[in-house]
Structure formats: structure tokens, C-alpha cells
């Protein structure tokens, strides 16, 4: 009774497995962006964090779950605006105990200030790069940045069939400059950020 259960499930699934693309439907061609509103993909955009280690070895931490909005014109790029909400309780280490931590007053304080947040203020373009500046609001304050950005991809989402466009981008922030100044003595006091964000058309 059993294999002619499991062909039945085999067969249903397969029309599914049918419409899986053979190639990668994002390639990092600017002539397949198109205008309009873009919506950031949570599942598929990472803040990644560097600190020293007490001067022993790099070590790592990720952001996940933003949202935020990001307006295109490829016909007008400088004109581009980008903002982007990254909660605070999206943040994990491979550090259980750090976690906790790092949730807590000596540092992010989530209770209080449960989101971080970003929002263009200019955008120039040049080629494929960008110079985004912005200002940054981290554990209640706001301070100006420049994100390094560049683009990675665009196409057609496999499933959906909506427009995505993904960037990179890189910067460095002060911790202690947003009231973040627990252990600079021992821990990076300037923190590197790398950040990969995928956006879907609304």
C-alpha cells in the first residue's frame, strides 16, 4: 500500500518541481531594472557586523527581518530614495549567552529601542556603484552614514514572476558615538557592516 501512496505524492509534486528555472533568473545586468517601488525582501537581506575579539581573532554577528521600501528610475538613479527598518531582535551570534546580552541595556537595549533604521538622504551613482548617504537611527540616535553600494542583480522572480534587484553594500559605524559604549577597551569600538539586500517590486 505504501509505494502506491508515495507515487501519488511523487506525482503531485512533480508539476512543481517542473517550474524550477534550469538557470538563475537574477543576473547582474542593469538593462533588467525597471521603475518603480520596491519592497525589501526579509528573508533574503543581511546586516553582517565585525568586532575584534579582545584582540584574538574577528568575530561575526547577522541582522535579519528588514523591511523597508527602496524607489528606482533607472532613468534617473541619482534620484533614487531607500529606507530600511532592521529589528533589533533579529540579531543572533553563535553565542546563545550573547545574544542575551546583546539585547540587554549594556548594549542595544531592544525593549527600548526595538528597531534600527535608515533613510537616504542623496544618492550618486556612478556605473553600477552608488554613494548612498543617509542617516541612521541606532538605540535613539540618529547620526549621518555612507553606505558603499553596488549592484548584484536583477530579473524576474521564478515563482511570482515580479521584478527583484538586489545591492551590496558596505560601511563602518562608531557604536559609541549611538550610546553603545560598553567594553570599547576590549571590543571594536568601530564596527565594520557588510550588507546584502534583495528587493521585490510591490
Known amino acids: 500500500m505504501r509505494r502506491p501512496i508515495l507515487a501519488a505524492v ?22 533588467r531594472v525597471t521603475a518603480g ?18 584582540g584574538f581573532n574577528s568575530y561575526w554577528g547577522i541582522f535579519g527581518g528588514a523591511t523597508g521600501t527602496l524607489v528606482l528610475d533607472p532613468a534617473k538613479p541619482n534620484a533614487a530614495t531607500v529606507s530600511i527598518e532592521v529589528p533589533m531582535s533579529g540579531l543572533v ?23 534600527a533604521t535608515f533613510r537616504s538622504t542623496s544618492v550618486t551613482v556612478r556605473g553600477t556603484t552608488a554613494k ?8 535613539g540616535v540618529t547620526k549621518p552614514i555612507v553606505l ?19 545591492f551590496e553594500a ?10 553603545v559604549s560598553y567594553g570599547t577597551a576590549l571590543v ?12 521585490e517590486k510591490k
Not at 553565542?95 to 526595538?114: G, I, M, Q, T
Not at 571594536?188 to 528587493?199: E, G, M, N, R, Y
Open 188 to 199: 571594536s569600538d568601530v564596527v565594520p557592516l557588510k550588507i546584502t539586500v534583495a528587493f
Open 10 to 31: 511523487l506525482l503531485a509534486a512533480t508539476p512543481a518541481v517542473a517550474q524550477m528555472p534550469t538557470t538563475k533568473p537574477g543576473a547582474p545586468d542593469a538593462s
Open 170 to 179: 558596505t560601511t563602518s559605524v562608531k557604536r559609541s558615538d549611538f550610546g
Open 132 to 139: 548612498i548617504a543617509g542617516n541612521l537611527t541606532l538605540h
Open 37 to 54: 517601488t520596491y519592497a525589501v525582501d526579509p528573508n533574503h537581506t543581511q546586516v553582517v557586523f565585525t568586532v575584534d575579539h579582545l
Open 148 to 166: 558603499d553600494a553596488k549592484f548584484t542583480g536583477a530579473g524576474l522572480g521564478p515563482m511570482d514572476k515580479k521584478a527583484n534587484v538586489g
Open 93 to 115: 551570534t553563535t553565542s546563545a549567552a550573547l545574544n542575551e546580552h546583546l539585547a540587554k541595556p549594556d548594549f542595544f537595549d531592544v525593549a527600548k529601542f526595538p528597531t
